[in-house]
């Protein structure tokens, strides 16, 4: 799992350190994997759900509920209101968050993050390649998403409408691996908007490094270093 981070961070090609990684991991397949995302969600949520403010975090599902609803849609969409509930994140038929951003693996070989806001009855895909203007099927692929979501907790219908906190993303660019490390840093993107503005990004290799760290360290996952 973490020679998987290592694999695609290009290293300084003359610092010190660079032998090291190099010569103590063996470069391999770099994409990130459900595992990756799991370890992520636990360390975000080691605290609980809340703020000590009481207001609650934006919620971020296993990228595993994507692939289960595709094959089993009533059993994972009843796993997920029963999740909320034990949760205390659904109560007398409201929810006590406003954001819910679900890590989406298309084919097997590429990351999106769609994000629905659960108080404003709006969703939007997130394709790291293109955020702010998802093509058709981005879209296409939210379908049993907000249909089932829908459905199971009574919303009123949910229309498209773009998080104004997407102008400032990042974006992928002539490279294929760090889809998934795009998508982390969307996710820890709107965590940080709901109590400051987002001044930059570090680099996506400094990301994926940091991945490692939060890994091995067992610390809360943080835009900045």
Same mark, same amino acid.
């Given at each position: ?174 490279? $294929? +691996?760090?889809?998934?490390? /795009?998508?982390? *840093?969307?996710? @820890? ?5 709901? !109590?400051? #503005? &987002?001044?930059?990004?570090? $680099? +996506?290799?400094?990301?994926? /490094?940091?991945? *490692?760290?939060? @890994? ?5 996952? !943080?835009? #900045? &270093?």
């Amino acid at each position: 799992m973490i020679s998987n981070l290592l694999s695609g961070i290009a290293f300084h090609p003359s610092h010190p350190s660079t032998l090291f990684f190099t010569t103590h991991f063996s470069k391999g397949d770099a994409y990130l994997e459900d595992k990756h995302f799991d370890c992520f969600h636990e360390l975000l949520y080691s605290d609980g759900y809340f703020y000590p403010s009481g207001i609650s975090k934006p919620i971020i599902l296993p990228p595993s509920f994507f692939t289960y609803l595709h094959s089993d849609t009533t059993d994972t969409i009843n796993w997920l209101k029963q999740k909320f509930i034990s949760e205390g994140l659904w109560l007398d038929g409201h929810f006590l968050f406003e954001t819910m951003l679900i890590p989406a693996c298309i084919g097997n070989d590429h990351w999106i993050l769609i994000v629905i806001n659960v108080w404003d009855n709006t969703f939007f895909p997130i394709n790291p390649y293109h955020p702010t203007e998802p093509h058709q099927g981005d879209f296409d692929r939210c379908n049993i998403v907000i249909k089932s979501v829908s459905r199971e907790f009574t919303l009123p219908a949910l229309h498209p409408s773009m998080p104004a906190i997407i102008d400032q993303f990042p974006i992928q660019v002539q490279e $294929t +691996i760090n889809c998934g490390i /795009f998508v982390v *840093v969307f996710c @820890l993107a709107f965590f940080v908007s709901n !109590s400051q #503005s &987002i001044s930059e990004f570090l $680099t +996506i290799d400094e990301y994926r /490094f940091l991945m *490692v760290v939060w @890994l091995l360290t067992k610390s809360k996952p !943080s835009l #900045s &270093i």
